[in-house]
């Protein structure tokens, strides 16, 4: 019949709602640009906050891998952890060479690795151990260390540095460096009279490993060799083939991290190590310890986020705003839509799909913004931070935040929908009377 071709012409000429919402975007893109730069600009905070939170936790949980339990003298486990692996405060006390051996030789063990802590050389801390270190200690997903220039030491008075401190400090291989004693940026107690070379430059790891020189066991009971009250009153000749050298043996080291045979009897070996007759010390696993420890800093976490979701939910708002004000300027448009046959539900729809459409638009680029900044900076991150930085965002989390972002501009935008359907409506109903 002639009315039902007349309604079939009508609703072909009613334009796709993707299509109308563009063309209004469009026709409104001064404000909506702003708009959208500042969502942008809040997306790139959400995800940026919560990629680098979420890295740095793995970063930190993974300094140190494959290692089933790390052994020193009683204390916290927090502080054994602290000052072993991350090089921060000083030993409460130290534990006889006699106790590493007897530890070391228990059939369980698989491999030790001996610590020596206490020097530094210009603010970087030195760790004395030996070339089980290289052999067996891992970071990350059990990536074993590479030494990118040299090898490793052979020799008592040579030494093996991290890459930040060979990089910051401008170390080359053969340079001679003098180690100081304490842990200080200053130092006037220096082992000026012991010099050791530099035989090894290690690759980056995202570590403390990067931050610390290594060098020999023997190394560092050369240098303290004749001290009694801050005074020595002996020493070793500075002759570097001096075969005396090679027979020092320490007396007392710092810490030890153990490899078992058998993972399942680290409760057992760590139960016998507590109660180790010779002297108190604490065996502790680092995975749990380095949990614990990431609890402990987590206030610092949740802070960060709740200060980038409340950036974010300001950006929504303020795009709730800008689609409410412009209703004014908009009523014959929507008058316009009505007049073609668009159901109020169409004009509410329409709305809500300009909202989405920014807020995905602002998602898109704000994770952009974001990968980029990473691509330039992550070379910076890694020297500056020690922070190993993957450029594209892919925690679960981000993926969550964004599907809040998108439910929240949806819920906002319903405001200024609303009133736009009521509008609609009741130019309907005017028209209807």
Known sequence: TPRLDQARQVRQARPAMFEVALSSLWSRRGSVMLTLISLTISMAIVIGVEHVRAQ??????????????????????????????????????????????????????????????????????????NTDYFDHFR?????????????????????????????????????????????????????????????????????????????????????????????????????????RLAQLQPEQITAVLLGLENPMAVFSLQRAINNYPGEPLSAILPAVALGELWQIIGSLENLLRVISILVLAASLLGLSTMLLSSLRERRRELALYRAIGAHPVFILCLIELEAITVT?????????????????????????FALVIEVWPSTPGIWLYLAGAMLASLVLTLIPASIAYKRSLGSALQSAA
């Open 56 to 129: 740095a936790e793995n970063s930190f949980v993974r300094t140190v891998s494959s290692v089933d339990l790390l052994v020193g003298a009683r204390t916290s486990q927090i502080n054994l952890l602290l000052y072993s692996v991350f090089r921060i405060g000083s030993p409460t006390n130290n534990i006889r060479w006699q106790s590493f051996e007897d530890i070391a030789e228990r059939q369980e063990v698989a491999w030790a690795i001996p610590f020596s802590l206490g020097d530094s050389h210009r603010g970087y801390r030195v760790l004395g151990t």
């Open 139 to 243: 970071y990350g997903d059990a990536e074993s260390l590479r030494i990118a220039e040299g090898e490793a030491f052979d020799h008592p008075l040579e030494a093996v540095l991290g890459s930040e401190v060979a990089a910051t400090l401008g170390y080359t291989l053969d340079v001679e460096i003098e180690l100081a004693h304490g842990i200080g940026n200053t130092s006037f107690v220096n082992h000026d009279h012991l010099p050791f070379t530099v035989s090894g430059i290690l690759a980056p790891t995202g570590t403390p490993v990067d931050r610390t020189i290594h060098v020999t066991l023997e190394g560092i009971e050369a240098i303290h060799l004749g001290w009694q009250n801050g005074v020595q009153v002996a020493a070793l000749s500075p002759d570097a083939d001096d075969p």
């Open 360 to 384: 995905v638009v602002a998602a898109v680029l704000g994770y952009l913004m974001v990968a980029v900044g990473f691509a330039l900076t992550q070379d910076w991150l890694s020297e500056s």
